[in-house]
């Protein structure tokens, strides 16, 4: 834990759920926490004091990442807050379900804006901080269906399809700097956006898991600690799946 004290790690949609096993792993790796959600700020403040009873500091900002200007401006206000930046763990998320021949262009837009467009605009502004120290861990959280698709969620497939590009894109970009860039591509994980699922959809994604279990928010931070790790300093460019073997 010493080895990374005053390191900061900026994560997004950090309020709960995955995000926020996230933050309070990455907490107890010894990072300090930039917590970055949509959400009011008094919201994110339980989970700010959840990774502060770990040791390190951390601070709520509240901030849409669809938006190119405010995006700006919290990566500019987290650099000063902390003093540097050498994670950032794009998670921020949503979805709006339905067949492609009802879906609406409010709805595709919206999770394009969020999922794909967010991720852009936090690398697009991360990097140069990252660049003049010359190192920097980004980990993108993707998923399963952006590799193998799915009914009923093209604006949410071709949204995490994207990911997956900018990662392996930005991999090849940056290496020469010392930055990995790399994805997690979860499964089916019990979350507060998967329970809006009925019992049906539940059990029968249930059958398509070799592990017999379904996801917690901590596997995947477990795959996301390690990736920001010194262990996987040789690793860019590569899309983890964390789902069980739902996908192989």
Excluded at 107 to 118: E, R, S, T
Excluded at 144 to 157: P, R
Excluded at 164 to 169: A, N
């Amino acid at each position: 834990m010493a080895e990374n004290t005053g390191k900061t790690a900026i994560v997004t949609g950090a309020s709960r759920g995955i995000g926020l096993a996230i933050a309070k792993k990455l907490a107890k790796s010894g990072y300090n926490i930039a917590v970055v959600d949509a959400c009011d700020l008094e919201k994110s403040e339980d989970a700010v004091k959840e990774v502060k009873a770990l040791g390190v500091d951390a601070k709520a900002y509240q901030c849409n990442v669809a938006d190119f200007a405010a995006v700006e401006q919290t990566v500019k206000q987290i650099n000063e807050d902390f003093g540097g930046i050498y994670i950032l763990v794009n998670n921020a998320g949503i979805t709006r379900d339905g067949l492609l021949i009802k879906m609406t262009e409010e709805n595709f837009d919206a999770v394009i804006n969020v999922n794909l467009k967010g991720t852009f605009n936090f690398i697009k502004h991360v990097s140069p901080i990252m660049m003049k120290k010359r190192e920097g861990r980004v980990v993108s959280i993707s998923s399963i269906v952006g590799i193998e698709g799915q009914a009923g969620q093209v604006n949410y497939s071709a949204s995490k399809a994207g990911v997956i590009g900018i990662t392996k894109s930005c991999a090849r970009e940056f290496a020469s700097r010392n930055i990995t860039f790399n994805a997690i591509a979860p499964g089916y994980v019990e979350t507060p956006m998967t329970a809006v699922l009925t019992d049906k959809q539940k059990e029968a994604i249930f059958e398509m898991i070799p592990l017999k279990r379904y996801g917690q928010p901590e596997d995947i931070a477990n795959a996301v600690n390690f990736l920001c790790s010194e262990d996987a300093s040789y690793i860019t460019g590569q899309i983890l799946s964390v789902d069980g073997g739902m996908h192989m």
